[in-house]
DNA sequence: ATAGACTCCGTACCATGATACGGAGTCAAC
DNA sequence: GTTGACTCCGTATCATGGTACGGAGTCTAT
């Protein structure tokens, strides 16, 4: 198979595949001198693997040693036991790591349809120590860029916002704000309570920003209202 | 305490506490307008908590959506429910998988000093084959052929060698000594740790072949030394 | 009240893990 | 044997998660 159909099989882009062939986490099946690479079937499989390690927190390098564990001829068999011990015992740490994370997250759950007013139960208490922050959720959508306008459709918004309490508010309206189509960048203040807002007044409006911050659980409002 | 101190207790640079802020991870906890940051005790565990979200393969956005679920007063403990549950969700399949990685390592070490054959079994082998025994593969390695010589030029070396500690690893040295020119056969002792080998000494020579067994991470020695 | 240690803040820089680009080369199908 | 899709390769760029710098400001102890 070739490196588009590897790629697109293992579920990455072409250029990940010769990432990952720089990096020494795959051979380089090439014949001779000039060609297109041909990959075995179950390259695949492999690639699927690296992503997998990826998102479990090992690097790259991590993940090839990992891949190139092995008894075969050649490697030295109590070497290779060691480290595979060494690894061994790293992946149960993160497990069992993963599995105080779980837990925790499961006594949350449990103390959330509580009865309790004023239980303000975080994953940190329930993980171990205390410690208390909080900014309301939000849906994680897809970015829609923005580009510049050449001029004088662009124009600042300012508006109120009351309800953020911590950077994390900010951070969360911030993101929101510059999701919405038409809006450029959203500058937030915490101190202030305000956001401004570059939009391209042709593609959006304020009433609509305002909308997009109070469905995040804030109240908002332009000043000059 | 002061920055200094919160980053040193953490283990982590003073300036990672000032991006964590930044990042929202954190609250800023200044006074009035300027002055120097004092935290909370518990803030060192929270910072602990995103360094270890962190190894685990959590984004920073990750871990901050984590620190900041919570049973709020009142409002939508439904949604901060649904939330926690999702974020289970991932922590759980994170946990499966890496559950799989461990018994993959489990299998590859255990298969170590096993049965006789040199059997190529990497991380993969025993990651794809989730408990059904899938094929190992059989390294295909190129031997030279080293054909019996007529007369007396063909000799017998006796090698000590140190190190090997299962099957495998006499298969791996007995393939290495066999691929070597001038190397008829090898037969290979664990249990005396030692190696017959019949060689043509007009090919090579007993101080080369010490050197193959020790290049693989053995040691060997002549006896009659 | 002054030294010395620590902190502030913005900005620049870094490593990792990708992604994108573009002109030339390769391949398979017609 | 030409076309058109795909590939090659080097290099540039990007996002994330930090780290480093440096001049000015703040604290604390003497």
Same mark, same amino acid.
Request: aromatic share 4%; with cysteine; proline share 5%.
């Given at each position: 198979?070739t490196?588009?159909?590897?790629?697109?099989?293992?579920?990455?882009?072409?250029?990940?595949?010769?990432?990952?062939?720089?990096?020494?986490?795959?051979?380089?099946?090439?014949?001779?001198?000039?060609g297109?690479?041909?990959?075995?079937?179950?390259?695949v499989?492999?690639i699927?693997?690296?992503?997998?390690?990826?998102?479990?927190g090992?690097?790259?390098?991590?993940?090839?040693?990992?891949?190139?564990?092995?008894?075969?001829?050649? &490697?030295d068999?109590a070497?290779?036991r *060691?480290? /595979?011990?060494?690894?061994? @015992?790293?992946?149960?740490?993160k497990?069992? !790591? =993963?599995?105080?994370i779980?837990?925790?997250?499961?006594?949350?759950?449990?103390?959330?349809?509580?009865k309790?007013?004023?239980?303000?139960?975080?994953?940190?208490?329930?993980?171990?120590?205390?410690?208390?922050?909080?900014?309301?959720?939000?849906?994680?959508?897809r970015?829609?860029?923005?580009?510049?306008?050449?001029?004088?459709?662009?124009?600042?918004?300012?508006l109120?916002?009351?309800?953020?309490?911590?950077?994390?508010?900010?951070?969360?309206?911030k993101?929101?704000?510059?999701?919405?189509?038409?809006?450029?960048? &959203?500058?937030?203040?915490?101190e202030? *309570?305000k /956001?401004?807002?570059?939009? @391209?007044s042709?593609?959006?409006?304020?009433? !609509? =920003?305002?909308?997009?911050?109070?469905?995040?659980?804030?109240s908002?409002?332009?000043?000059?209202?």
């Open positions: 198979m490196i588009g159909v590897l790629a697109e099989a293992a579920g990455v882009g072409v250029e990940t595949v010769r990432f990952y062939e720089r990096k020494g986490l795959i051979a380089q099946p090439r014949k001779p001198q000039r297109f690479r041909y990959y075995a079937p179950e390259t499989e492999r699927r693997f690296i992503r997998q390690a990826q998102e479990l090992f690097t790259l390098r991590e993940t090839r040693e990992l891949l190139s564990l092995r008894t075969a001829p050649g &490697a068999c070497a290779v *060691a480290q /595979a011990q060494a690894k061994l @015992d790293d992946v149960m740490e497990t069992r !790591r =993963l599995e105080a779980c837990q925790a997250l499961q006594t949350l759950i449990a103390a959330c349809p509580g309790g007013p004023t239980v303000a139960c975080t994953i940190l208490d329930a993980f171990g120590s205390q410690g208390s922050q909080g900014a309301p959720q939000q849906v994680k959508v970015r829609k860029q923005t580009k510049a306008q050449p001029s004088g459709s662009m124009k600042t918004l300012v109120s916002i009351s309800g953020m309490h911590c950077a994390g508010c900010t951070e969360t309206v993101s929101l704000l510059e999701l919405e189509e038409g809006v450029q960048t &959203a500058a937030l203040s915490l202030e *309570a /956001a401004r807002i570059l939009y @391209d042709t593609v959006t409006e304020p009433g !609509r =920003l305002v909308k997009v911050v109070e469905r995040a659980g804030y908002a409002s332009t000043p000059a209202e």
